[in-house]
């Protein structure tokens, strides 16, 4: 109940508009649709946005865009089937992960390198900014149609755990044999930090942890949870905050240019208030998340600062690795942006405590 509660609050401060707004729209067929699908159930915070998304198009554009929402695989059974139909045009809106986004477009997985982001602010202000225009161009100009409209979070932010052993040093990890995802880059992270990583999916990561085939994973705490991972034997987790789980939200660009100037002004302003939605439903559940992981007899560990730093420079190969496979534009652009906003952060700051 107090998670709802808080939802509606966010949702009310995204745009100003009570859902009552949705049904005082006016009624009349609509003249566009827009389909929302991804893969996640509806207890995900995609879900969530997705209804914010939906309310603010219909209300605004008085009905005159409607917009259809099916989680949980409805429109499309998996990613490459999604994609497809987004290309094509037969599905207006779809999310990827960052690892997703790998697959499309190989450069995009320098947001998978370790360490980049030193907070939520720094991510969300560079994920604000004109990065995320410029991979908008590179993505298009690439001949991919698809708009990337924001980038929000799916999860929090990536974190080692473990069954056996406490990881408080890169020494921990290795010899750990490390769940990651079939991706090049999150298994080479695990690679130079010692471990070895072990490509597994994600329905059967829970068998792999409880049988020895994995020894730990790289994942959100909420992603931790509602698999029951603790149950499989997970009792530590270290808060190294190693990647910043974005989730990508595209827009197909045939169906973008289909619709007039004034009806994407609507679309994008929607997009915005579901990005505000998406990033506060993941923090909001990590607190619960953790709570449960340690009543559930989990022992959390924060690394110090001296700590973080040993496993920055244990996986700084990560650069030139990137750097070989996909060369230094995207890198540049990368750390750009990140020194830009680590300044405007902290800028900030020094103003309001003058």
Not at 71 to 88: H, I, K, V
Not at 307 to 323: I, L, N, T, V
Request: charged share 20%; hydrophobic share 40%; aromatic share 12%.
């Amino acid at each position: 109940m107090r998670l709802k509660k808080f939802l509606s609050a966010v949702c009310a401060a995204a745009f100003g508009l009570g859902l009552a707004l949705g049904a005082a729209a006016v009624a009349q067929a609509a003249d566009y649709t827009v389909k929302i699908a991804f893969l996640g159930s509806p207890e995900d915070e995609d879900y969530d946005g997705s209804l914010v998304f939906k309310n603010y198009v219909e209300s605004v554009s008085n009905g005159t865009i409607a917009v259809e929402v099916y989680p949980s695989g409805q429109f499309c059974g998996n990613e490459a089937e999604c994609l497809e139909n987004l290309q094509t045009g037969t599905l207006e809106v779809y999310i990827t992960t960052i690892g997703g986004f790998g697959n499309v477009f190989g450069p995009g997985q320098v947001l998978d390198l370790p360490y980049m982001f030193s907070d939520d602010r720094v991510a969300e202000c560079v994920f604000d900014g004109d990065f995320t225009n410029q991979l908008r161009a590179g993505v298009l100009k690439e001949g991919i149609p698809m708009r990337l409209m924001v980038i929000s979070n799916t999860g929090g932010w990536r974190n080692f755990a473990t069954v056996n052993k406490q990881i408080k040093t890169p020494e921990d990890v290795k010899g750990q044999k490390i769940r990651t995802i079939p991706a090049d880059i999150q298994q080479e992270l695990v690679r130079q930090l010692g471990g070895n990583p072990t490509a597994v999916a994600w329905p059967e990561v829970y068998t792999s942890l409880a049988t020895g085939v994995v020894e730990g994973s790289k994942n959100g705490i909420t992603d931790i949870m509602n698999m029951k991972f603790p149950e499989a034997g997970m009792k530590y987790i270290t808060l190294d905050g190693h990647a910043y789980m974005g989730a990508l939200w595209w827009f197909s660009e045939p169906s973008w240019q289909a619709l007039p100037a004034d009806k994407r002004r609507i679309v994008f302003d929607g997009f915005n208030h579901l990005k505000t939605v998406t990033r506060a439903f993941p923090m909001r559940r990590q607190i619960e998340a953790y709570e449960k992981f340690k009543a559930d007899g989990g022992t959390i560990y924060v690394p110090s600062p001296e700590e973080k730093k040993m496993f920055q420079e244990a996986s700084s190969g990560m650069r030139k690795w990137y750097s070989d496979k996909f060369g230094d534009e995207w890198l540049g652009k990368l750390d750009v942006a990140v020194a830009a906003c680590e300044e405007s952060v902290a800028g900030e700051f020094a103003a309001a405590n003058q």
